[in-house]
């Protein structure tokens, strides 16, 4: 352990910006790498990757990776590695996902598969989860190859578990949170649990970041999907209402469902089970969940989750680190705002 | 070393059968394993995933794995986890595969996209490809991960490169070669590495099995090429001429594009690079093929890469391990009569 330096806590700050220059240093190598490894003689593969890599995303997950290595105090390389594997496993899922769900857009820009194709983006994103494996074994901690390998399985399962769901309105509470904590939940989980593996934290230390990352997580999923019904185009990075088009069932849809009255659900079944979607019926639905409160319930039920994922960091020491992903958590839930 | 039984090399049989009879104990665990594996609580996991892997595929791959372990006296229960890791990772190809391909038809029955969509597809590939890692973590050899992921980075650019080459009939032998090496060669040379690996061999025997593996799969997939303009579809598992109405460009078509008059080029443009196909069109193809010798040529340049497997097996100790893998090589090739 450490020594404790005594430093107040304030937890009213809702920035990301203490984090992002803890971790300045640390994510400018991880930028290197992912461009590096991004690479490939096969001119397609780092056009693609590229398009998506470089639409600025926030690189969340590969902070939380650099940021709780640095806090047991890690001083080799290998936390940069895992970061670039850690935001590429995401961008694989991305790829993915926009297949899936025949998006069109992502993070504000034409979706790689509007660009290059489906095919091409089934094949990067299956390159790039190659890529990460690879670079894992490189690194060389069979623990956090465990993380991770068991991440990519329960990430797919949770995808595959949102399928099944999807045009479901009688989906519950509990289905859909098995689906992010899956879907979402797992890869934070595993980014903030490598950190402290790299550095050889106790049991106790990994245990405690794990569970902060699984519930920052959950917190920054169920955030995104109320915002898919109330926020901008710019903060989303895809059009609100994106979800209500593409027919997925997310906590506010859930709620609203089983607050609405008998024509709220028919209305609810036409919109995302039969996917007759009218004009104004966007408006309609988010009028419908404003009144209910099903929108600010959903924000509720990710403050529940923020607040689980501070108290996971209390048996952690006191310092710079832990207040900056204490504000991530009010960073992730206020973005609402 | 073990003890050299002094064994002659017959190589005029042509069958799998000595190489399954060796590796049968060994495949009823790979099978169990690969059964259990596949389970999870998201049913529509391994319903796609058995639809495919139970669609009796020859297992070849997973085979090598097992056969080399043994060959070097592995007595542990490590090589079948890794034999069900290969034919995870050979089987999240097939899927991903058929819908970068649009294909109907695998193995015979309908390609599970054209089941389950290719949403499902995608996405269970995605979960075996991830179940794959897992269980190389388990095994715990870091050589094989290194091996095992290093295929999976490789096999999905060599798809991107094939998706790239896709309807350009200007495509080379050599672009064709880089192709097949990759997407199909380098399986077949991580699962033929990977025995070596576990049963810890020495640096040459690892190597030799190596360049067996990577010369087989180059073999295999010639054959396979051919077969495709030639073969009956029980023998192909898939219809004669599939490549054709895809606009593959495999070595036939190189071949005979080359060799073939400006009104020949003009045909091969128009049915792959336009994908205007007309009635007839593939026996004309096939015709010409003939008449060219682009489809035995295929096949002569496979006998070159099935001789170089075999002399790559020449240091390793004689007895029924290497006689068995000698007879896979003919087995590969033969089948095209």
């Known amino acids: 352990m450490g020594v404790v330096v005594p430093f107040e806590e304030k937890e009213d700050s809702a920035g990301i910006s203490r984090l992002s220059g803890l971790v300045q240093q640390g994510m400018e190598d991880v930028n290197r790498i992912i461009l590096s ?14 398009h998506l890599i470089s639409s600025g995303g926030k690189r969340l997950r590969p902070m939380l990776t650099i940021a709780t290595a640095q806090m047991f105090g890690y001083e080799g390389a290998g936390h940069t590695q895992l970061a670039a594997c850690v935001e590429f496993m995401h961008t694989a899922t991305l790829l993915h996902d926009d297949v899936v769900d025949e998006s069109d857009m992502r993070r504000g820009k034409l979706a790689a598969r509007k660009v290059w194709g489906n095919q091409a983006s089934v094949l990067v994103g299956d390159f ?55 879907k979402t939940a797992a890869l934070f989980s595993a980014a903030a649990e490598v950190g402290p ?23 920054f999923q ?9 926020g901008s185009a710019e903060a989303l990075g895809k059009r609100t209402g994106d979800d209500f088009r593409e027919g997925k069932i997310t906590l506010p849809v859930v709620l609203s469902y089983r607050r609405g009255s008998d024509e709220d659900r028919a209305f609810w079944k036409r919109c995302l089970e039969e996917g007759q979607i009218e004009d104004g019926d966007l408006e309609k639905a ?52």
């Not at 690479?39 to 780092?46: A, F, K, Q, T």
């Not at 790299?198 to 959950?218: F, K, T």
Request: hydrophobic content about 50%.
């Open 37 to 50: 490894k991004a690479g490939s003689d096969v001119e397609m593969i780092p056009e693609v990757a590229n």
């Open 128 to 182: 790039l989860l190659g890529q990460a494996f690879r670079m894992m074994v490189e690194v060389g901690s069979m623990d956090a190859l465990a993380v991770l390998s068991d991440a990519a399985a329960v990430i797919a399962e949770g995808e595959v578990m949102q399928l099944g769901a999807a045009k479901n309105t009688e989906t519950t509470e509990d289905d859909y949170l098995a689906v992010i904590r899956a």
């Open 197 to 219: 593996i790299i550095a050889e934290a106790s049991a106790a230390q990994r245990a405690a970041c794990r569970s902060y990352g699984v519930n920052l997580g959950l917190a």
């Open 222 to 230: 169920l955030v995104d999907d109320a915002l898919d019904y109330g």
């Open 286 to 337: 988010i009028e419908m969940m404003r009144h209910q409160g099903a929108i600010a319930d959903t924000v509720e039920r990710a403050r529940h989750y923020g607040a689980v994922a501070r108290d996971a960091l209390a048996p952690l020491p006191v310092g710079e680190h832990k207040q900056a992903l204490l504000e991530v958590v009010n960073f992730c839930i206020e973005r609402v705002h």
